[in-house]
């Protein structure tokens, strides 16, 4: 059966491996223009801080600032938000909060020592960040629960300042955003963005003191100043659109799964939905699906381009064959809609986030399950890590070598550092060496 | 006391800080020139594979290699060299390897999950990864225990394929190197170096295979290609001049504080070494045992402009004003030489590595202490860690929602969803919330 609306691939097919490619190819531009106006900006705000600040964001945002005292948001707002939004919204988010607190409280790193036979002692110690910047972007990307997921994971690694920049186009902020950043604990606002926010962030200004660490999406300048001050700072990745891989062995609903799908296409035009599953006759029945409940959606123009352009129905042989394609593709969400899903994790290698069974819907763990929304994109799975509670602590080693141990060490260590020609390396360890 | 071997500074003055970021300024050159080549040679290899890296190799290492085959080390080319080399250096690498090796496995993260009242799962799984690219120096920079330290934590963390990539430059080879490939268990080794070698393990070739995570050091075109190839693969920090940082209350032999600075001066001039101490009289007897002890050195050229361009001597008030400077400076390598330096630990908030007791050299943690000798510099322990285990495995969160925990989580993520906008996410969970 040809539809349409999402292509079809067999993965027993002879150029299966090639189709895969070509579905899963994606680059992000590095446009060069962005990267000049972008390079220029940061070059300002370094050399001039607020004044540039307050000059680019009247310009961008179409403002009319003359002091930085302007963009630099009371607490009282944030909790004069959280009053005024409408109660159901308001324990959404305290409820989604409290899972998300949950959850990330088990992420928390412990220092560790041990001490060896001759006194010697060693260990890391584990600190958080001081520091941490969080974008959030303006206008109708501006979502309350990256909020949550941004802020809570650091407030809980125990980071003493958090600063939320949001950016107010025209003067206007979205209150559930204000209300998000109330509950997460968000020590300070400042209510610019783009380029000038990020530079902000990463230098420092007379107004905002300079971060160690800048999280949270943005768009292509706010991508291009993140990469430019990394190095300076320490950044969270820089992410590609959104997909996400369900496999299922035909027995859940079918409209669950379309509906799972296409909450990842209505995101934007190049969100990847794909579905995996040995059923020939149900990745019909969700092609129906797909195209009954897409004329449902008030974001049917952009779901229905990304299903078309970048979704795909696989069929596979079975599903120990869907792993191995999912394994290979890395997705950063992960359904597996069968029974008994758990027998499957330790064959699951690369993946952002697992959602197992049928009724774990990707869009719970979006919001409100617990686990962190934002997560490794484009197979970058294969090497990264959901955001988490150890993206905002770090590690110092510990070493205390007792008089015996430094005897011992500082022989190997002489050995070592004479074959690499460091002769002060080698003498500073002699001199912790007994004499014969 | 004036002296030119050393300036010296104190921590009282008024012009203190101002002093202290003069002292501290460095920043890494970004080189259009070295950019727009190593831009190139990553286009060139990404589109001819091995023809590119031959012909590349050729060029840069003066080599005459006419086959892929040939830039491939067999193993037997490992064992050979380790069977070579003297025996107190193959019993000190082996003693380094296994205080290493030790000392890392305290580092593996185990997975994690916990069940809620409702039967919902919730956990972390983590998963080494796959593949992963060791840089290692030619020439005089091949640091055999570099080999160590790089490769020893991923093959601690499970990764499959530990590739090395070391250049030939006229065909020679650092036996010292290879036998420490040998040891740490590196699985395959390419005899390329440059860009071209980056470009290699982060695209793959038809000889190497293409890497998750490519780490180690290397020259101004190597840090460039790292730089640019970041996001295809994962990198580990782009790694500025080293550093020491010692804190001495004044009672340790001035010849062991003097060589442990010199230690740090004598790898390049642009290393930087500082003293910290409450006692005047021991800061003049460093400064004349770092004269006396420079000219007894091989490499007192470079060691004595690291000391006079970028070194000081500071007199503090306190061990406690010791600290707060160390925390504002966050040094890659801190020495607390003092009596029970143990109490001190809760006051340091950031260093890449803590050296503790008058015993304990860098010297000793450079090789066989047995944490990582791969840190973040240039201040950069704000928000950095050793290198370790956690750098070469990866989470992915798992989420299983039992039908009542999906009723009830499905209920705040409609709620949420449609704050957001996002229809099509509200419906993937309404669908999962038991009717009423």
Redesign the interface.
Known sequence: MMSKTIRRLDASSRDFSTQLDALLAWE?VADSAVEATVAEILQQVRARGDAAVIEYTNRFDRRQLTTAREFCLDKSALTAALERIPA??RQ??Q??ADRVRS?HE??LQAS?Q?QEEDG???G??I?P??RVGIYVPGG?AS???SVLMNAIPAKVAGVDCVSMVVPAPDDQLND?VLAAAAIAGVDEVFTIGGAQAVAALAYGSESIGRV??IVGPGNIFVAAAKRAV??Q??ID??AGPSEILVICDGKT?P??IA??L??Q???DEQAQSILLSPNAAFLDAVAVSLEK?LAE???REI?AQSIRERGALIQVSDIAQAIEVSNRIAPEHLEVSVDA??QY?PQ??????????R??????????????HV??TSG???????L?V?DFQ??????????E??DK?????S???R???????????E??VAED
């Open positions: 992000s159901e919204s959404a988010l409820s989604a959850y088990h992420q560790w041990y010697t002692v060693l890391q110690q600190s960040m001081e109708k979502y309350p629960s559930l160690d660490k990394f190095g700072v320490a990745m820089i609903d409209d669950w509906m799972d296409l909450s296409a209505e995101h409940l959606l008030p974001r779901a899903p758990e994790l699951i290698r690369h993946a952002g986030a697992i959602f197992l069974g009724h774990t819907a990707e869009a719970l763990g979006d919001y409100c399950a617990g686990p962190n997560l490794p970058t799975a294969r090497f990264s890590s959901p988490g150890y770090k590690r110092s080693s510990i070493i205390f070598c007792s008089p141990g430094a060490l500082g022989r190997i260590a050995t070592l550092a074959g690499e020609g460091l002769d002060a390396h080698a003498r500073s360890a001199y912790r």
